[in-house]
């Protein structure tokens, strides 16, 4: 099945622990986004990529880092620079143009 | 100027109301606007989408109407009923480039 896969679902994280979560996409699409969202602030954008190999911050990139070596993957590191990382994590991916972005389900990151 | 402000934060109806849910953006390189619905726990998904070469769409029960002049666009759900009840979230881009997002409004459509 086409679609786009977060993983984990939900994973825990003790304090200075760097944590890696996954986003795979076999849409063929261009572009993938991550997002961050917390209660009653809507969805804010991490880092994004158009395309293999480059990324752009988005606007709160601080103590976080990814990487864009697959066309399909998207991974995103949380570090341990980053002072509240406890939050729901979303990756989403769509084509040029008028197009859609397509979500997955989620990856929701506790810090204990 | 990448900002889409999204009003109101929280709306509750009973069911067979019309909730209006209002968006304005800055940005005039802005070519789409999408509405994506959010239900708890889970991603959000399009509900339907606008280029600002037209007026109004609708789709089903849910109609998105676009003032370019004004750069406003609204959501509009006719005969809401309790399935609706979610967080819709309006959205801004051009191309590729940044998707940006409105801080969401929760619906509630109580029977």
């Known amino acids: 099945d086409g679609g786009i896969t977060q993983s984990p679902k939900y994973l825990f994280r003790k304090e200075g622990q760097n944590v890696t979560l996954s986003c795979e996409q076999n849409l063929n699409h261009d572009a993938m986004y991550w997002y961050r969202q917390d209660p009653g602030q809507g969805l804010r954008l991490i880092y994004y990529?158009?395309?293999?190999?480059?990324?752009q911050k988005g606007d709160i990139a601080e103590g976080y880092s990814v990487s864009r070596e697959k066309k399909e993957s998207f991974p995103l590191t949380v570090t341990s620079a980053q002072k509240n990382p406890t939050a729901f994590y979303l990756c989403?991916?769509?084509?040029?143009?008028?197009?859609?972005?397509?979500f997955g389900q989620g990856t929701r990151l506790t810090v204990v | 100027q990448q900002q889409v402000k999204q009003s109101p934060q929280s709306l509750i109806v009973q069911k067979g109301g019309i909730p209006i849910i209002n968006c304005a953006y800055e940005n005039t390189a802005f070519d789409y606007f999408p509405w994506y619905q959010q239900f708890p726990g889970k991603g959000p998904a399009l509900l339907i989408a606008?280029?600002?070469?037209?007026s109004e769409k609708k789709e089903g029960r849910f109609t998105i109407s676009f003032n370019k002049s004004a750069k406003q666009f609204s959501l509009h759900i006719m005969d809401s009923q309790p399935g609706d009840s979610a967080t819709y979230f309006c959205a801004a881009t051009y191309n590729t480039d940044k998707l940006i997002f409105g801080t969401g409004t929760r619906l509630q459509v109580f029977p």
């Open positions: 606008i280029r600002p070469d037209v």
């Open positions: 989403a991916s769509r084509s040029k143009g008028f197009t859609e972005a397509f």
């Open positions: 990529s158009q395309i293999v190999n480059d990324f």
